[in-house]
């Protein structure tokens, strides 16, 4: 069981867009940063989002990211079918005092 | 750019301690004002996060392992260790070494994946 709540799965079409919930709390998407990352399979999870809505270089715009309250949302527009992966989202949790993610939703481009 | 990469045994037998070390390259791990972290990732399973040191040797670790954790750090070596002691099956995962800035994790390692098997 994740501290932070995330859909075990989305589909969408090629070129169309999804979005991918994060739900947590005060103790941590309330009150901290909030991480996206991709994880491509049989690869290391890559940093998309940090700060709750920015993007390291070489991130493409098609990649957001948002945050109201305890949740998170990432967004990704003009879906491809490389896009097909893992997403994780991450925070700090003040009052378990350690990292914590969420359970990862597989992106499926049909 | 900053490059880390995890070495250490594939297989580890019940109850003994899981030896890892993270070699940073392309950058001074003393440099900036940066963690360094462990994470793994059981197969098929989300990820969880096992820690992380300051270059000034100050850790924090996930509360579920520290009992059985330490990670270290080697400046002169530009590298930092994760042990993790009386091991068992549950501890079988690929684990990443990681940089941390205000708790977002980038570069990864590659992850290496341990084994805790008789």
């Known amino acids: 069981q994740s501290v932070l709540t995330q859909p075990p799965s989305v589909s969408a079409a090629p070129g169309q867009k999804v979005t991918i919930s994060c739900s947590g709390s005060s103790s941590n998407i309330g009150n901290n940063y909030v991480s996206w990352y991709q994880q491509l399979p049989g690869t290391a999870p890559k940093l998309l989002i940090y700060?709750?809505?920015k993007r390291p270089s070489g991130i493409p715009d098609r990649f957001s990211g948002s945050k109201s309250g305890t949740s998170a949302t990432l967004g990704i527009t003009g879906l491809q079918t490389g896009d097909e992966a893992d997403y994780y989202c991450?925070?700090?949790?003040?009052?378990?005092?350690?990292?914590?993610f969420g359970g990862g939703t597989k992106l499926t481009v049909l | 750019q900053v490059q880390l990469q995890e070495s250490g045994p594939g297989l580890v037998k019940p109850s003994q301690t899981l030896s890892l070390t993270c070699t940073v390259s392309g950058g001074s791990i003393s440099s900036g004002s940066y963690y360094w972290s462990w994470i793994r990732q059981p197969a098929g399973k989300g990820l969880e996060w096992i820690g992380r040191i300051y270059t000034s040797g100050s850790t924090n670790y996930n509360p579920s392992l520290k009992s059985r954790v330490t990670i270290s750090v080697d400046t002169s070596k530009n590298q930092f260790s994760l042990k993790l002691s009386s091991v068992t099956a549950a501890d079988t995962a690929v684990y990443y070494c990681a940089r941390v800035s205000t708790s977002r994790f980038d570069p990864w390692g590659q992850g290496t994946l341990v084994t805790v098997s008789s």
């Open positions: 700060d709750n809505n």
């Open positions: 991450g925070t700090w949790d003040s009052s378990l005092r350690r990292v914590v």
